[in-house]
Nanobody
Framework: QVQVVESGGGLVQAGGSLRLSCAAS????????MGWYRQTPGKQRELVAI???????NYADSVKGRFTISRDNAKNTVYLQMNSLKPEDTAVYYC???????????????WGQGTQVTVSS
């Protein structure tokens, strides 16, 4: 019922920038929180940034001051602007959205398929 599609990953040199986008579509009644996690092989998925419906944000300490999360509620889209990228930012980045559909009264979490970000030194 809900599709979550990410885009914008790729290969960049250290110090460079990338912008990730994530759009949710389907029979969406409302979206509360949206955010980004990342995962590297052998490690648990970790929170990168989250943004509430009202625009309040929270970031992992490792990305504060370098990454900016934003959202366009009219487009059900969340963005992650990543600046001053470091090799340790290399990971698969996953978008998530907490969605209430027209057929449910609760919010469920939907995940994107992941997009690879590789930062070379």
């Amino acid at each position: 019922q809900v599709q979550v599609v990410e885009s914008g990953g790729g290969l960049v040199q250290a110090g460079g920038s990338l912008r990730l986008s994530c759009a949710a579509s389907g029979r969406i009644f409302d979206i509360s929180a949206m955010g980004w996690y990342r995962q590297t092989p052998g490690k648990q998925r970790e929170l990168v940034a989250i943004i509430g419906r009202d625009g309040l944000t929270n970031y992992a300490d490792s990305v504060k001051g370098r990454f900016t999360i934003s959202r366009d509620n009219a487009k059900n889209t969340v963005y992650l602007q990543m600046n001053s990228l470091k090799p340790e930012d290399t990971a698969v980045y996953y978008c998530y959205t907490d969605v209430r559909t027209y057929s449910t009264r609760t919010y469920l979490t939907y995940w994107g398929q992941g997009t690879q970000v590789t930062v070379s030194s």
